[in-house]
């Protein structure tokens, strides 16, 4: 039997030109025109970079502030680790500072969706292919 654990502190500051960063979305999602997308971890459909806020930063790092917005490239960030700071309840985790994709001083809406890594066969598409010369092959 396992139990949530939670650390608390009154501040963090990471060493060096690290970054912490917040609210990165794994669950269920609600695009701009309402449509809800159901969570995708651990699936396919995945892997895709995402949003989060960052929530702390080394006092080496330069290229970000907090309370700013960052993509981060698929997988390049730690696992959670569940803190209470100065009251406030969140999940950190430490991102890689090279796999920052673009920073917005706005909260981003992660309504990103694909099917890319799905591998579907499709003959129509396969007969509207520029590699096929019109033929049909019979089994």
């Known amino acids: 039997m396992s139990t949530q654990l939670t650390y608390k502190a ?6 060096g030109n690290r970054i ?3 609210d990165m979305t794994f669950g269920e999602r609600l695009t701009r025109g309402g449509i809800i997308v159901p969570g995708d971890d ?5 892997i895709r970079p995402r949003w989060a806020r960052v929530f702390a930063i080394g006092p080496k790092q330069l290229d ?9 490239s698929h997988g390049r960030w730690t696992r959670g680790i569940d803190m209470e700071v100065s009251g406030e309840e969140v999940t950190v985790r430490m991102i890689d500072n ?3 994709l673009l920073v917005s001083d706005e909260e981003m809406n992660d309504d990103t969706f694909t099917t890319a890594m799905t591998t579907v066969s499709d003959v ?3 007969q ?4 096929n010369d019109g033929t049909t092959r019979a089994d």
């Open 128 to 131: 509207g292919s520029l590699h």
């Open 20 to 22: 912490l960063v917040a």
């Open 98 to 100: 090279d796999d920052i």
């Open 42 to 46: 651990t699936k396919s459909e995945g």
């Open 10 to 15: 009154n501040k963090l500051i990471p060493t």
């Open 124 to 126: 129509n598409r396969i």
């Open 64 to 72: 970000v502030k907090v309370n700013e917005y960052v993509l981060v």
